[in-house]
């Protein structure tokens, strides 16, 4: 898509990001696509209806990035976030998602559940999504006053000299040959889509459910219009005789605009991107604190608006919108420590379960990988130490620690502290 000016082709970019965004919320709140619920349904009840819905999203995210980028209408290579970067922050991978998946089991949901749960009237997501702004903004914004940020603070001198330097791109085709990455995405990321479709479509209840399967593609079709639409629209420059990228024209913004009006703030966030929840949710804060300036206006920020809207809309369709507040202070207590954890979890990992499970996993990214599974950890065995909490309330954190490790078949089942009732 070539257009004339930055502009037209920037507010083409941002109001197709929402369209998507509301079709997404929509459809999510319809079909009640939860990750978290997802990890729930597995361990609590053995059922993987959900986690298959999941597991679907991340296949058609797979599948359609192999055809874009071999059609050359996606470079996932120049992303935002760095998902294949040549440093691989494993341990804030890890860290970060294990993190996030404690976080968004005490809060009720991942990111883009508390949007969700927001446009249904779930005032206590309000309050989630408060508190991961101002975490999530001051994790990459510093202080007033300061170059001092919450990551430099809290992190930086000890989890990033963690940090593993690579020769090549951290993708999975790129680890295995940097100079046929091409070719071995493409067999490395079919091989893992057909044995996922295969592990997911063998299920008969899960293809009789077709509220699960919809779900799974739409959210999956979303992510691969995010990556499309981020990468596909240009600026035609004819002092230049060329065509510029919006992060191209950003860049050579001095040679080839007479005028700093209309340019954005940042120039990161128009990179080839897709869906991802956390670290928008820290923007929309500074969206806020800058008075509402157009310039702060990102493909984050509008995909976060969008999916509120969306929800909200099909809540009012469906006569599901309900008022929900906190029952007790402990209720309001568990939600705070939840969103703090998404909040510094989802900037640690670069990403949510969205973020990282779909939308990184999509680039066939290492990193994506591990936050993933960090974040299935993570909740599980939150769940787990939540189950047993509430069968023996004098028991040990100790016992109750290694009761739920055994249950998720981490530790032997000779030491295992608490019987389950």
Known sequence: MLFESFTAAQSTLLWSVFIVALILGAVVNKTNFCTMGAVSDMVNMGDYSRFRAWLLAIAVGIIGMLILESAGLVNADSSFPPYRGSQLIWAENILGGFLFGI??????????????????????SIFVFLIISVIAYFMTSPFPGSDQTLFSILFFDWIRPLAISLDSNQDLGSLVSQDNSILWRTIIGGVIAVLLLVYIFRAKEFRKNSEHW?????????????????????????????????MQYYENWDMVSETEEGKPAQGATLSPQSFTFINPIGQTLGYASSGLQSSMLTFGIVSVFGVILGSLLW???????????????????????????????????????????????????????????????????????????????????????????????????????????
């Open 103 to 124: 976080g968004m089991t005490l809060a009720s949901g991942c990111g883009n559940k508390t949007l969700i749960r927001i446009g249904g009237g779930n005032i206590k």
């Open 214 to 246: 919809i779900a799974g593609f739409v959210v999956g079709l979303a992510v691969l219009a995010g990556w499309y639409l981020s990468s596909s629209i240009m600026v035609d420059v004819p002092s230049e005789e060329t065509e510029y990228s919006l």
């Open 315 to 421: 809540s009012l369709v469906s006569k599901s919108f309900r008022i929900e507040w906190f029952v007790n202070f402990k209720d309001f207590l568990t939600h705070l420590i939840g969103a703090i954890l998404m909040g510094f979890g989802g900037v640690l990992a670069l990403g949510c379960t969205i973020g990282q499970g779909i939308t990184g996993f999509s680039t066939l990214a290492l990193g994506s990988i591990f936050a993933f599974i960090a974040i299935v950890f993570g909740s599980a065995l939150t769940m787990k130490i939540q189950y047993y909490q509430m069968l023996y309330e004098d028991a040990s954190f100790f016992a109750v620690l290694t009761t739920a490790l055994v249950e998720l078949k981490l530790l032997p089942a000779k030491m295992r502290k608490l019987e389950a009732l």
